[in-house]
């Protein structure tokens, strides 16, 4: 079965730091990529996605993503963490038509001033 | 725009007491999605719909059963509810990414607030 693994459930970093949150995928159709985010007690906002293209997409709150092919992984970057970017983080990818989502189980990203 | 609206935003249940969850959308969105949240497994499909008066099952449809009666809303049924349908609850929409010229952004979903359910 497909699937999408998130290796890190929980990531600590300093404020002003800079930060990777890891995604990869099982092998697939070209897949279409999504980062969400979920702040506590809140639902999922999407954070960016690749569909095509230039491999390293950007989105909201300063975060990009590159695309890898070969290794199957689209990692999510922040160069510089701010405390309101405490929250946990969803990689989810689209394989076949009809929208079925498959996320990841998430990381949930502290951050220590 | 309220966006993806649900109703209750908490709720909790004896075993075996039944509830439905309701989801509803003003975006004039085709596809809707019922999904649960449990810690270390992320968002799983529980049931879909593409259209109204259409309905599909997810990744773990046991226990559960919807409806789409109207465009904009989709309603999550639990008949007999169990501990093990203690999680999260998140509907989502999107608009149809088959049709004819879609845009990229329609296979964006778009998600509701949750709805928390404790079973005892």
């Known amino acids: 079965a497909q699937s999408v693994t998130q290796p890190d459930i929980h990531i600590t970093v300093s404020e002003g730091a800079s930060l990777e949150l890891r995604c990869n995928y099982s092998?697939?159709?070209?897949?279409?990529l999504f980062w969400y985010v979920q702040s506590p007690g809140q639902g999922l906002q999407l954070l960016l996605k690749y569909f095509s293209g230039d491999t390293l997409v950007q989105g909201i709150k300063g975060f990009e993503a590159e695309f890898k092919r070969s290794q199957s992984s689209f990692n999510l970057r922040k160069p510089s963490v701010h405390w309101s970017d405490a929250a946990e983080y969803f990689c989810?990818?689209?394989?076949?038509?009809?929208?079925?989502?498959?996320f990841g189980a998430g990381t949930i990203l502290r951050v220590k001033s | 725009n309220a966006g993806v609206t649900q109703t209750p935003k908490f709720r909790v249940l004896k075993t075996g007491q039944s509830m439905t969850l309701l989801c509803a959308q003003d975006m004039n969105h085709e596809y809707m999605y019922w999904y649960r949240q449990d810690p270390g497994m992320g968002l799983r499909l529980i049931h879909y719909?593409?259209?109204?008066?259409?309905?599909a099952k997810g990744e773990v449809p046991d226990g559960y059963n919807v409806s789409r009666l109207k465009k904009q809303n989709f309603l999550l049924g639990l008949e007999s509810a169990a501990p093990s349908q203690t999680s999260v609850y998140f509907c989502a929409s999107s608009r149809n990414p088959g049709l004819a010229g879609a845009a990229i952004s329609s296979y964006e979903q778009y998600f509701g607030p949750g709805t928390r359910l404790t079973v005892t």
């Open positions: 989810a990818v689209e394989w076949e038509y009809g929208n079925k989502l498959v």
């Open positions: 092998y697939g159709a070209t897949p279409y």
């Open positions: 719909s593409v259209g109204e008066g259409t309905t």
